[in-house]
């Protein structure tokens, strides 16, 4: 799987907008991004992902770069439940694997 | 929808003994995935399976062992349990369909919290 890095904490201030970074340099053009979170004591959940064209759906939008090597997930508004680990995620739809890395933790101070 | 449930929650295990860890589906998915997590750290792949009777190795499979004899099941067996193994294992699972057309959401269970002494 091609590999993603993501920085390994960010801080935000609720109700402001959140930027959180995803670096995918060698991605090749099957490969879908995608993004989960995973809520304290949970288990991961998906948020978004997308191919060449930026998302935008209920939880988040998905800005994609021109290049596809990188890529940001923005919450709009921050809330104190968005506070999670947040992972970027490449998938090839040839294959069946799905591994996360390490993700970004994200803190959100009221 | 029930969607993915792990039993049991919580286990602790005794240096070599076994045990399995359940894991079922009723979205009728073909997809499905063992992971473990240690603490602050992400998750790591175990096995996973592409339909009854498929299954493969992941990233971590060592000391494990899996099997997938109906859609709906997908249990995670440890045979001679290792202080290593201590973690918070989570299945999830998710559609061929849905995977063939760019979507890979996963959907997972809420956990089996592991302790190996």
């Given at each position: 799987?091609?590999?993603?890095?993501?920085?390994?904490?960010?801080?935000?201030?609720?109700?402001?907008?959140?930027?959180?970074?995803?670096?995918?340099?060698?991605?090749?053009?099957?490969?879908?991004?995608?993004?989960?979170?995973?809520?304290?004591?949970?288990?991961?959940?998906?948020?978004?992902?997308?191919?060449?064209?930026?998302?935008?759906?209920?939880?988040?939008?998905?800005?994609?770069?021109?290049?596809?090597?990188?890529s940001t997930l923005i919450l709009h508004r921050a809330t104190l439940r968005d506070a999670a680990v947040y992972y970027c995620i490449l998938r090839d739809t040839s294959g069946s694997r799905l591994?996360?890395?390490?993700?970004?933790?994200?803190?959100?101070?009221? | 929808?029930?969607?993915?449930?792990?039993?049991?929650?919580?286990?602790?295990?005794?240096?070599?003994?076994?045990?399995?860890?359940?894991?079922?589906?009723?979205?009728?998915?073909?997809?499905?995935?063992?992971?473990?997590?240690?603490?602050?750290?992400?998750?790591?792949?175990?096995?996973?399976?592409?339909?009854?009777?498929?299954?493969?190795?992941?990233?971590?499979?060592?000391?494990?062992?899996?099997?997938?004899?109906?859609?709906?099941?997908?249990?995670?067996?440890?045979?001679?349990?290792?202080?290593?193994?201590?973690?918070?294992?989570?299945?999830?699972?998710?559609?061929?369909?849905?995977?063939?057309?760019?979507?890979?959401?996963?959907?997972?269970?809420?956990?089996?919290?592991?302790?190996?002494?």
């Open positions: 799987d091609a590999k993603t890095t993501q920085p390994n904490s960010m801080e935000s201030n609720e109700e402001e907008p959140v930027h959180l970074p995803c670096n995918h340099s060698t991605i090749s053009g099957t490969d879908y991004i995608h993004w989960y979170r995973q809520l304290p004591s949970q288990g991961p959940e998906y948020v978004i992902h997308g191919l060449t064209s930026n998302v935008n759906n209920r939880m988040a939008s998905l800005a994609i770069a021109e290049d596809r090597k990188s591994t996360f890395g390490e993700g970004t933790q994200l803190t959100v101070n009221p | 929808n029930a969607g993915v449930t792990q039993t049991p929650k919580f286990r602790i295990l005794k240096i070599g003994q076994s045990m399995t860890l359940q894991c079922a589906q009723d979205m009728n998915h073909n997809y499905m995935y063992w992971y473990r997590q240690d603490p602050g750290m992400g998750l790591k792949l175990i096995y996973y399976s592409v339909g009854a009777g498929i299954t493969d190795k992941g990233e971590v499979p060592n000391g494990y062992n899996v099997s997938r004899s109906t859609t709906e099941d997908f249990p995670l067996r440890l045979e001679l349990a290792a202080p290593s193994q201590t973690s918070v294992y989570f299945c999830a699972s998710s559609s061929i369909h849905a995977w063939l057309r760019g979507n890979t959401e996963a959907f997972f269970g809420q956990g089996t919290r592991l302790t190996v002494v």
